[in-house]
């Protein structure tokens, strides 16, 4: 165990069904549509950002 309970996570994937299913079972969940849209959705569960996430490739 992490120490976290699922209530206090967030997953975040590029595939809508992964998220479905985390949310399914208690997690927050984010849809990966790109590192500004995500960089925003930590700032809104109160994780620091300093910089945008960079995309991948």
Same mark, same amino acid.
């Given at each position: 165990m992490l120490g976290f309970t699922p209530a206090e996570s967030l997953f975040v994937d590029d595939l809508a069904a992964n998220v479905a299913g985390a $949310?399914?079972? /208690?997690l927050h969940g984010h849809v990966f549509t790109g590192s !500004? !849209? &995500?960089?925003?959705? &930590? $700032? $809104? =569960? =109160? &994780? $620091?950002v300093t910089e945008?996430? @960079? !995309? @991948? /490739?």
């Open positions: $949310r399914e079972a /208690g !500004a !849209a &995500l960089s925003d959705k &930590l $700032r $809104r =569960h =109160h &994780l $620091r945008p996430v @960079p !995309a @991948p /490739g």
